[in-house]
């Protein structure tokens, strides 16, 4: 068979590359930022933009989709040409896939930062710019499925695998979780409420943390360790086994987001199960991939390639054991609403996924450029700070968590909460959110010696776009499955039969679960007592979710007794019907709100009381970390978004009166003033149509309804 | 009519079952498959990505 000479597009691989690097240093500087509010709150500089709740979806977007997905898209676009011997698909799908991206980040920031946002954990974009990231994103697919088409191999290397299972999910996962009615450019509801939304989105969360976090740079593991070692994959049989049970495992765990939680108890068992079980299939490619390096390790210690690879791929067996744990209801029941949680997603996001794109981009560039790495000193170092940034940042966390949960879950001898004032569990904590801070500017050090290091290999070399390599052309088999060839076999060479399989493989998981919740309206007892919101309280709400206020508490007591005697009646399922988004949130930064409005309740406070924290929290409680928001004391609420928000929840089923989006804004006015003379009897001075008003409406109705329908407070499981 | 077949299953708690049962099954076949591959085609391709044929970045040797 003769010879065909062909070029690997490098361009392509190099602009990936410098924007991984780029949004690396801004996305983690961001993250730093945010540590940094923690210990002083006035650093969210009393403006909307910079406030926490506005700019962690942009750290935590940034470092997802920008960071890694760029590093994502480099590690790919390298090694697919070059695993099936072939110049991308079509070059201007490359460019596209780039500067589309690219466009992406820059539109999230802004909007985020501008407060629009869907309130959905790493999945805020709203839905104009989520339709982008779905075209961008067919765009990668179909370049990717038409090189893999136009290869020059027999056989699919189980990476090219990893990397469609990535886009087939990915596709899924975003247009389920993202299907909304818009009200506006810049505001729409998702189509799901309470329970159903939460499922939902936890089912995607968890997903895109295996599709998009996971499978993509397991793909790459299994082609650049291989390479930086020079030998190949330790098993791939057991490669085979780690793809199949890996993808089909991981689409049921997403529950485990929510034990203890409002959601059925069937589906919260489910996502248990599998995610115990999931530590089966991560930890066969853990070993596989560490395996690798038997008896290579004097070259690990030489290598900085090798070291950041290995590092990573402990992190990965770290975190994916961990993770398994933490799913469990005993340490769930601890670990749930913690720092724990952001320590976890730490040592996965900076250990598994920096250090292995580190690695790639170390391999990468200097073949690009021609060269040798600039200093092998200076990676070694960036390494050292690295690892030690990466300990520094989450033990700490994980001392807070375990510190926090106690002081959450302690009663005194008369069988009263030690700690009634939550606000002490946070101060408590400052040392640890000190040192976490240090941890991530050891990281951010490290990355921009990083990153010094690549510009100086880059000058001192000479970049190679069009890299010439030839093979013979691949020589068509027939379609069908040849005699004594293996289904999987047959399978393995035919790329959209394979796609095909594994997004049944993945479906399965997703449908079982989905599906009842859905159907089956038994599964979400209705609350009588459970109205839907006033306009004035919707607006409120939508500016809860606009700030972002999810971001540090939650809306969802569980079952214990430490939570009932501290909030009030535990979560029924019943309650969020109405919630679009719901927002029971991840974390408790501070207390959960969802009881804040029971007027016989621990929570209660007045109208005044909210007027006077929401502008100075600091001035009401001198340690409180809580943002100021003086801007909702200043805007104008919008009211003509009014009829047209009470028009998508009718067609959401929400049950308002026909015709009530004509007189929606006359009730509005209505509370509002009742909101304001209140204030104004407690010397407050603020006009009805501030936005400060609506909010006070929204936190005032929270847990009423609940109450209202004198739900006993019995079954309560444990601590 | 969906709603009616997923509701005459009674028990949702059976899906647990139903799901471990398919799961089961999928993975015996998984590694049926793996061991009935023959020794010199697994070989090959995992040497895959070592397969280079570039002809420049061939000869960058790591530093």
Redesign the interface.
């Known amino acids: 068979m003769e010879n065909q000479t062909f070029y690997?597009d490098n361009k392509i691989v190099k602009n990936f590359a410098y924007a991984t690097l780029f949004w690396g240093v801004i996305g983690m500087v961001v993250g730093l930022l945010l540590a940094l509010q923690f210990i002083w709150p006035a650093l969210t500089f009393g403006i909307p933009y910079t406030t926490f709740g506005r700019i962690r979806p942009i750290h935590t977007n940034a470092v997802i989709f920008a960071f890694v997905g760029n590093g994502m898209f480099t590690g790919i676009y390298y090694?697919l040409q070059?695993?099936c011997?072939a110049r991308m698909f079509n070059d201007l799908l490359s460019k596209i896939n780039f500067w589309g991206w690219q466009l992406i980040i820059v539109l999230a920031a802004v909007s985020f930062a501008g407060g629009m946002t869907t309130g959905k954990e790493y999945a805020e974009l709203e839905w104009p710019i989520d339709l982008l990231v779905a075209v961008i994103w067919l765009v990668f697919g179909a370049n990717m499925i038409g090189t893999i088409i136009k290869r020059r191999?027999q056989?699919i290397?189980?990476?090219i695998w990893f990397y469609i299972a990535t886009f087939v999910t990915i596709t899924v996962l975003h247009v389920v979780n993202s299907l909304a009615i818009p009200v506006s450019l810049f505001k729409s509801y998702p189509i799901y409420a309470g329970v159903q939304d939460a499922l939902v989105q936890w089912w995607y969360g968890h997903n895109a943390v295996a599709f998009f976090l996971t499978t993509p740079f397991l793909g790459l593991m299994?082609?650049y360790l291989?390479?930086?070692a020079?030998?190949?994959?330790y098993s791939?049989?057991?490669s085979?086994?780690h793809f199949?049970?890996l993808i089909?495992?991981y689409i049921?765990a997403g529950p485990h987001h929510l034990l203890y939680s409002a959601l059925?108890g069937?589906a919260q068992?489910?996502g248990v199960?599998?995610s115990v079980?999931l530590i089966a299939p991560s930890w066969g490619g853990m070993v596989n991939g560490l395996l690798t390096l038997r008896g290579a390790w004097d070259?690990v210690r030489e290598?900085?390639?090798l070291k950041f690879m290995v590092v990573a791929v402990t992190a990965y067996g770290m975190s994916t054991f961990e993770g398994p744990m933490m799913s469990t209801k005993t340490v769930n029941a601890i670990s749930h609403f913690t720092d724990w949680t952001v320590g976890h997603a730490h040592i996965g996001a900076l250990g598994w996924n920096g250090f292995l794109t580190f690695a790639v981009l170390y391999y990468l560039i200097?073949?690009?450029f021609?060269?040798?790495?600039f200093s092998?000193k200076m990676a070694n170092l960036h390494f050292w700070i690295g690892t030690l940034g990466i300990i520094f940042y989450a033990v700490p966390l994980y001392w807070g968590a375990i510190t926090q949960a106690s002081m959450w879950k302690e009663f005194t001898a008369d069988g009263f909460l030690k700690y009634p004032n939550f606000l002490e569990t946070v101060t408590q904590l400052q040392p640890m959110y000190a040192t976490r801070a240090i941890g991530g500017a050891l990281y951010i050090v490290g990355i921009l010696l990083g990153l010094y290091n690549l510009i100086l290999t880059i000058r001192a070399g000479k970049f190679?776009p069009e890299?010439?390599?030839?093979?013979p052309a691949l020589t068509r088999v027939e379609g069908k499955r040849g005699s004594g060839e293996?289904?999987?076999?047959w399978l393995e060479r035919r790329p959209v039969q394979f796609i095909l399989v594994a997004l049944v493989?993945i479906l399965?998981?997703g449908l079982?679960?989905i599906?009842?919740l859905y159907?089956?309206k038994t599964?979400i007892p209705t609350i009588a007592s459970v109205k839907p919101y006033t306009p004035l309280e919707l607006q409120g709400r939508d500016i809860y979710v606009r700030e972002g206020c999810y971001t540090c508490h939650s809306q969802q007591v569980r079952p214990f007794r430490s939570e009932t005697e501290r909030y009030g009646e535990y979560a029924k399922a019943g309650e969020y019907v109405y919630d679009h988004p719901f927002q029971w949130g991840s974390k408790r930064n501070g207390p959960d709100l969802s009881r804040e409005g029971v007027v016989s309740g621990r929570q209660y406070k007045p109208n005044s009381w909210h007027y006077n924290h929401m502008m100075n929290p600091q001035r009401l409680n001198e340690q409180s970390i809580m943002p100021v928001y003086k801007w909702l004391i200043y805007d104008d609420l919008d009211i003509s978004t009014t009829p047209r928000k009470i028009r998508v929840m009718q067609f959401l089923g929400v049950p308002y009166p026909q015709g009530y989006d004509k007189i929606a804004n006359d009730d509005l006015m209505i509370q509002a003033r009742g909101i304001a003379d209140d204030l104004k009897s407690q010397g407050i001075q603020v006009e009805p149509t501030k936005e400060i008003i609506a909010m006070i409406a929204y936190l005032q109705r929270l847990g009423k309804d609940v109450h209202a329908a004198g739900m006993p407070t019995a079954t309560i499981t444990g601590k | 009519m969906l709603r009616d077949v997923f509701k005459s299953i009674g028990g949702i708690e059976n899906y647990g079952l139903i799901s471990m049962i398919i799961f089961v099954f999928f993975f015996a076949l998984l590694i049926l498959h793996t061991f009935s591959l023959k020794r010199k085609d697994v070989d090959d391709f995992s040497r895959m990505p070592l397969d280079d044929v570039s002809k420049e970045s061939d000869d960058i040797q790591d530093i």
């Open positions: 690997y090694s070059r695993l011997k191999t056989h290397y189980v990476a299994y082609y291989p390479k930086a020079n030998r190949p994959i791939y049989r057991l085979i086994v199949w049970a089909f495992l049921w059925p069937w068992s489910l199960v599998f079980m070259r290598d900085p390639v200097p073949r690009m021609q060269t040798q790495l092998r190679l890299e010439a390599a030839s093979a293996g289904i999987h076999r493989a399965i998981g079982i679960e599906v009842p159907l089956v599964n």
